[in-house]
């Protein structure tokens, strides 16, 4: 961009090339923190992600398992993974996932 100052032509940065790069600067950082929060999300064992004091609900235990909460509730209805009534939810003992984990890994 130029400008006419004094009679003499000048250059002027052009304000939406600085915006520009602070943009890209910011969508590297974003990008950086994500990837660091996914990787660190890997590192950490289940066990410390729940409080294994409670017991599980259908979406923890779907996680925990790596599966659907449709697959949990298939599991559950064909008896393959014991599940405990509390009312109308349904709750997972931990014992009974690593259970279903073992006999599914042997």
Request: contains cysteine; glycine residues 6%; aromatic residues 6%.
């Amino acid at each position: 961009m130029w400008t006419k100052q004094g009679g003499i032509m000048q250059q002027i940065p052009n304000p939406f090339e600085a915006i520009d790069q602070r943009i890209g600067r910011l969508e590297s950082m974003m990008a950086t923190l994500i990837d660091l929060t996914k990787s660190q999300a890997r590192q950490q064992p289940a066990e410390q992600l729940h409080d294994r004091r409670k017991p599980a609900t259908r979406e923890i235990a779907a996680e925990y398992l790596g599966v659907s909460v449709g697959t949990v509730d298939n599991l559950v209805r064909s008896k393959q993974l014991k599940a405990c009534r509390v009312g109308k939810a349904v709750r997972f003992r931990w014992e009974a996932l690593d259970e279903f984990i073992n006999k599914r890994n042997k």
